[in-house]
């Protein structure tokens, strides 16, 4: 099974190259996919429905999370209808799109990548990896939905299915973990054979009985039950083939699926029944009763699903072995003929441009084989005789007289039953009447002809279904084992009483109650279709009976008003308020514990000061200390970071006094990278830093300051006195090098024992990055500044508009006079530079030291598995060598020596990360594990490498890819807009100047004193 999800996520991940190559052929390729997998799941078919297939992968073992997937009769059924299905609506898009539709190869990948979710799904048999895919196809189905993003309404009904379904979902979540944790076990299968004895315990009887209601929550939302069934009719703004494989065979039937998996083990919780069936009926009822309202045949199609979804929900939700044969049999029935329908409404659609019944007449003449391909559907839909709705819905029928309800509850279950069916009817007669029929009054549409390959996919669903009606057993052969098991775990429960005979699906069961029900509903559906007008009438003079839709959207307009007022009073612009409030609940929260609570604090002889081994260290905390009061005191911007630095270095050196060259090497490389991100930000801020919350505001901010400090320090007080067991780290050391291979316990620590939590760091790195560029760049992110030949030399942050004959201009006169030299220059973008903004002695240096820090940061990338160093302060110190290489040559300087994207860097680094972690599992192993290769090679002789340096190499590419985004955004680009500032300043200076020459030289003359000095005498650069 894990080949079959492997293989469909594969394919749907390189869908956009295939299409760029192959066009909208590609279709008969992704095709392919669900069409093999369908081969192999025939052959699985004997060992599925004998015992079952199991496949189990351990995943967080610790948390008893694991991939468990098993095909059973239940799974095998839905897996058959979900890659049968999807195979022939990938083949009927090769012919609904046309060849020059945009984003294609995205649309082929979502919907492979969705066939194989719902694959995944239908197997999962553990609840945490059923979640996983259950969230997969919500995703998936919100960018299938809106896959015409340039229209408003898919866009909202996109956005409308996801919040709904997620919503659920995250109910549904909380269900698994009561169920999971009642039953001491996540996996599926367990956990339903202990249900009925844990929801006898009363220990345990509550927690299965509330996560059984938020399972079914979560199973009402997929599903579009009410009252969440507002959704599925908006989500008709898909395309038609989304419509007709997620909202008929496959995403929909997810809830029912979830069901009918659990109502063997769960139906006799408190909850269950009263929810199933009032939820379903109700549904069935209001679904049908909607779609006679409907002029858009693909709306009365989509209010039909939600009709018949309750009815699914309500018959598979009983838990007995009739309704499971029923359930299943009315799924694939359900499937055939309301799939091989939406196709048929997109082939309408796209051959006449319309799908408004009050438009179409003399479609049947025009296309015979489709009318009849919808016929042969819709007479399914009906539950007509000779049709696999018939046989489904007469054994639904005899499950629901035989359900397990007693007094009132019977009788109106059958009663809705009856009138839902009724209802589908009717809304099956008016779509073939409003579809095909020629309607007085009104000219037959124009109707392109079809080719046979369009229709072939809808034709081959409608003839499966009346093949399903003639001959039921291959269904039953299909559903027949699901009841068996049914019947066997109710048995198994209450002494037997509930095993017996499991019914068999028939042609015609004879002469009973199920059948004189559906005659009743035959009837009453014409005499509603015949009278259709009238109750086109009734249905307008009464309105809508629920408008859930309309309370979808005032719920959100409220959180929108809620969410402004609350934007409006905390998002005020002020920087002090932000960090006021902050600080206050970081200090106010601490205290509390420690006043509330029974905190232990260090006791008299625990605590020292001062270490009497280190006579350095008060000097250095003093330093840090003042640091701090200059910064807070500072009054320009660079001064208080330059204050605030110093407190940074002077922690870097109490770490190394107190035996850390790790923490204080990568404190140091991080606090001089801050520095300079600081720095270059503060270019485009005015150099004072004024004091605007003066008087008690002052007051305040001291208050909130001292408590902060105290609360910090507290805090960390009574977290060294409250340890009371022996901590993990003492066995770091044996551990780093038994299992990391190295003798530096800090750097196997991160890319080792807990390598997980680099990696989450490294990807907020990449965020951050991601963040930063995003503010700076907000239209083009990566822009290519050109080849560094085709710059002037001297041209780049070039001083304009100095005044004449003042000490600025003679300065920059004389170093204007180096602009050029003969022999070559020690950058190679360091004669882009105006003269006045280099410096030949940094650009010396920059030239000596360079390429020596770049072999310094790989000696600590590569030395720091058993010496101070590794790949964070290894690509800290690149990123350094990279910021000089800028500071002394500029931006064309800084891209020569890194001509790669800040996004491939950081890429890079992720994927080298992830990969490391991934390939432990190729040979057996676990994610992240390393393994330690000892060899000999010629002139290093013997070689001991750790393959966790591998993931070192990724932390190392993804510092380096941060600080090249860093300097690109707050360096390279702030740069660019001083200097087109600049220009734009100098060509105002110059108009001005113009329009008040002639104004100065009149009263003087030509060529006579006083005349005001030409641009270039000023200083003004015209270029």
Not at 317 to 345: C, I, R
Not at 626 to 634: D, E, I, N, Q, S
Not at 687 to 706: E, F, K
């Amino acid at each position: 099974m894990l080949p079959v999800l492997a293989l469909h996520f594969a394919v749907a991940i390189g869908a956009p190259w295939i299409f760029r190559r192959w066009g909208r052929g590609s279709f008969f390729a992704l095709a392919a996919v669900p069409a093999g997998s369908l081969a192999w799941l025939a052959f699985q078919y004997p060992a599925a429905y004998s015992s079952g297939i199991s496949e189990t992968w351990p995943f967080i073992p610790e948390l008893g999370v694991e991939i468990a997937l098993r095909l059973d009769p239940l799974a095998w059924t839905m897996s058959l209808l979900i890659l049968g299905v999807g195979a022939l609506v990938l083949l009927y898009c090769s012919r609904y799109f046309k060849p020059g539709d945009a984003g294609l190869g995205g649309f082929g990948g979502q919907m492979l990548a969705f066939a194989g979710a719902m694959f995944g799904l239908v197997t999962a048999d553990d609840l945490i990896a059923l979640f996983v895919f259950w969230e997969l196809t919500t995703v998936l189905s919100y960018l299938l939905i809106g896959y015409a993003s340039t229209r408003l309404g898919a866009r909202r009904s996109a956005l409308q299915a996801l919040v709904v379904t997620t919503a659920g979902g995250l109910a549904m979540l909380v269900g698994f973990i009561l169920l999971g944790e009642s039953a001491g076990t996540y996996r599926i299968s367990t956990m339903l054979e202990r249900a009925p004895e844990l929801a006898a315990q009363p220990a345990t009887a509550a927690p299965v009985a509330v996560g059984a209601l938020l399972a079914l929550v979560g199973a009402l939302s997929k599903s579009a039950l009410i009252p969440f069934h507002f959704w599925l009719p908006a989500a008709m703004a898909a395309p038609t083939p989304v419509s007709a494989y997620l909202h008929a065979a496959a995403m929909v039937k997810a809830g029912v699926y979830l069901v009918a998996r659990f109502a063997p083990g769960l139906a006799g919780t408190d909850f269950w029944l009263p929810v199933v069936l009032g939820f379903g009926i109700a549904t069935m009822v209001l679904g049908g009763y909607r779609a006679l309202r409907q002029t858009d045949i693909k709306l009365i199609l989509a209010f039909g699903t939600v009709s018949q979804l309750g009815f699914l929900v309500a018959v598979v939700g009983l838990g007995t072995p009739e309704s499971a044969l029923a359930g299943l049999a009315m799924v694939v029935a359900h499937a055939l003929f309301k799939a091989a329908l939406f196709l048929v409404v997109g082939i309408i659609d796209h051959q006449t441009g319309t799908r408004d019944l009050r438009r179409l007449s003399g479609v049947f003449r025009r296309s015979r084989a489709l009318g009849w391909t919808a016929v042969l559907a819709a007479a399914s839909m009906a539950g007509l005789p000779l049709f696999g709705g018939f046989v489904a819905k007469e054994a639904v029928l005899e499950a629901f007289a035989h359900a397990p309800v007693g007094g009132a509850w019977a009788g109106v279950v059958l009663a809705g039953a009856v009138a839902g069916s009724a209802l589908t009817v009717a809304y099956s007669a008016r779509f073939v009447w409003g579809a095909f029929a020629r309607k007085p009054g009104v000219e037959d549409i124009p109707f392109t002809p079809i080719t046979p390959l369009f229709v072939a996919s809808p034709a081959v669903l409608a003839l499966a279904g009346l093949a399903y009606g003639v001959w039921p057993a291959a269904v039953d052969a299909w559903a027949g084992p699901y009841a068996e098991q049914v019947a066997l775990g109710a048995g198994a429960h209450d002494g037997g009483a509930s095993a017996g005979a499991v019914p068999h699906l028939a042609v015609f069961h004879g002469l009973g109650l199920a059948l004189a029900l559906s005659a009743v509903s035959w009837l009453v559906g014409a005499v509603l279709f015949a009278a259709r007008s009238a109750v086109a009438r009734a249905q307008e003079l009464l309105g809508p009976p629920v408008d859930a839709e309309r309370s979808y959207r005032s719920i959100i307009g409220a959180l929108d008003d809620a969410a402004i007022w609350v934007t409006g009073r905390t998002q005020r612009g002020s920087l002090y308020f932000y960090l006021a409030v902050i600080l206050t609940v970081a200090a106010a929260v601490p205290f509390a514990v420690l006043v509330t609570g029974t905190v232990r604090m260090p006791g008299q002889g625990q605590m020292v000061l001062l270490d009497p081994k280190s006579p350095l260290q008060p000097v250095i905390a003093l330093a840090v200390a003042v640091g701090a009061l200059a910064a807070v005191r500072a009054n320009k911007r660079f001064l208080a970071v330059l204050m605030v630095s110093i407190t940074g270095y002077g922690i870097a050196l109490l770490f190394a006094l107190q035996g850390a060259p790790d923490l204080a090497l990568t404190q140091m490389l991080v606090e001089t990278i801050v520095l300079v991100a600081f720095i270059l930000g503060m270019r485009r801020l005015p150099p004072q830093l004024r004091d605007r919350t003066g008087g008690r505001y002052r007051a305040v901010r001291i208050v909130v300051a001292l408590a902060f400090g105290s609360a910090a320090v507290l805090a960390g007080l009574a977290a060294m006195a409250a340890r009371t067991a022996t901590p993990v780290s003492l066995g770091f050391p044996e551990l780093a090098y038994s299992g990391g291979g190295g003798l530096n316990v800090v750097n196997v620590t991160l890319v080792d024992i807990r390598a997980w939590d680099t990696f989450g760091e490294i990807s907020v790195l990449a965020l951050a990055a991601t963040g930063i560029a995003s503010l700076i760049f907000v239209r083009v992110r990566h822009r290519d500044l050109g080849s560094v030949d085709s710059v002037e030399t001297g041209s780049v942050g070039r001083v304009r508009g100095v005044e004449a004959l003042s000490r600025d201009a003679a300065e920059l006169s004389v170093a204007r006079t180096f602009a050029t030299v003969a022999r070559d220059a020690w950058l190679v973008a360091g004669r882009t530079l105006a003269p006045e903004r280099r410096s030949i002695i940094f650009e010396v240096v920059t030239r000596l030291v360079f390429h020596s820090m770049v072999i310094v940061s790989v000696y600590l990338l590569l030395a720091g598995h058993n010496f101070p160093g590794g790949g964070f302060a290894g690509g800290l110190l690149a990123g350094l060598a990279l910021t000089v290489r800028y500071l002394a040559g500029g931006r064309f300087e800084l891209r020569e020596a890194a001509s790669a994207s800040p996004g491939a860097i950081l890429g890079t680094g992720l994927a080298t990360a992830a990969l490391s972690g991934a390939v432990p599992l190729a040979f057996g192993g676990q994610v992240f594990q390393s393994a330690i290769i000892e060899l000999w090679l010629p002139v290093f002789g013997d070689v001991k490498f750790v393959t966790s340096t591998i993931f070192d190499i990724g932390v190392y590419l993804v510092v380096v890819g941060l600080v090249v985004d860093v300097l690109r955004s707050l360096g390279a680009r702030v740069d660019e807009q001083i200097d087109e500032d600049q220009r734009r300043e100098a060509k105002a200076a110059a108009k001005r100047a113009e329009r008040e020459a002639p104004l100065m030289a009149a009263p003087f003359g030509p060529g006579r004193s006083g005349a005001p000095a030409g641009p270039e005498q000023n200083g003004t650069d015209q270029r």
